[in-house]
């Protein structure tokens, strides 16, 4: 039992309490973790089936934990999200990326993830406009991928500030589409650049029947709104010819490239054609 910070004793089932320290100390770690510099962007390429071109990467956040080594974004992203660190860690985010995508091909764009909670802060798109006057990348090279979290709690404000983005010229995707239970209506609710299928209908087509229906009734919707689409999580060539026949046009996974480090992307692209 413990006394908590008003005077009653709490009591813990000792593995909650451990969680509970455990959670503690995270959140410690995380708050210095910016300041120490442990926090890297890997890229995820995305190849444009047509072309046969890398027309953009995925920045996706990594943790180098002086004592737990790499901590993947799903073991602490809710947590930074719940505790409002999102933001300031986010907006590192958006600066190294922009700073990072100025080092490749013109042609290329950079992909951020925007949680919920950062789409609530008042400074987002004043953030985003600085971040792209710093690093001098156009706007049009930057996307936005945003998940139903963020429009689920829509309000005047998630509207408007996805339409200040769309007017600044950076791009805005759905990611994780199919997964949440209003997809189709949130694509009616903003006019979308881009839509993530998500990897889970990618596994699909080799463990169920019909498991091509959804995507190529995705990629049929896409392309009759103007929008991209994207198979997340291709992991095999068979997976990759099924989307080419459904006629999604970009794919991201595995199978062209797992996330590299900031500093081994240009090897990667020396692999491909430039346009
Ligand atoms: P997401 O946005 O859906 O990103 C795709 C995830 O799928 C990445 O996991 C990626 O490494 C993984 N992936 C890509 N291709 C394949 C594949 O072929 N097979 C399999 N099994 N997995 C594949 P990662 O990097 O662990 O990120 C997990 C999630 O964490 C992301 O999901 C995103 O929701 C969140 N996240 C990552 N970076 C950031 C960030 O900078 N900000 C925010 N707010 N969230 C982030
Ligand atoms: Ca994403
Ligand atoms: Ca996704
Ligand atoms: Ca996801």
Known sequence: ????????????????DARM????????????????????LHYQPQ???????ITGCEALIRWRHPERG???????????????????????VIRQACRDAMTWPAHMSVAVNVSPA????????????SALATSGLPARRLEVEITEGVLLQQNERTLQTLHRLRELGVR?????FGTGYSSLSYLQSFPFDKIKIDR??????ATKPDGEAIIRAVAGLGKSLGMTTVAEGVETPEQLQRIRLEGCTDVQGYLISK???ADDLSAFLMTYPLP
Do not use: C, N
């Open 118 to 129: 950062q789409f609530k802060s008042d400074r987002l798109v004043e953030m985003i406009i």
């Open 200 to 205: 889970s209908f990618v596994k699909d087509l």
């Open 1 to 16: 039992a413990k006394l908590d910070g008003r005077g009653t004793y709490r009591f813990f089932e000792p593995e909650m």
């Open 47 to 53: 190849l444009h089936l047509e072309s046969d071109r």
């Open 21 to 40: 320290q455990a959670r503690r100390k995270l959140e410690l770690d995380m708050r210095q973790a910016l300041a120490r510099r442990e926090f890297q």
């Open 70 to 92: 790499m901590i993947s974004p799903l073991d602490f992203i809710p947590l930074a999200e719940e505790i409002g660190l999102i933001v300031p860690i986010g907006e590192w």
């Open 259 to 261: 996330p590299i480090a």
């Open 172 to 176: 805005v995707s759905m990611d994780d």
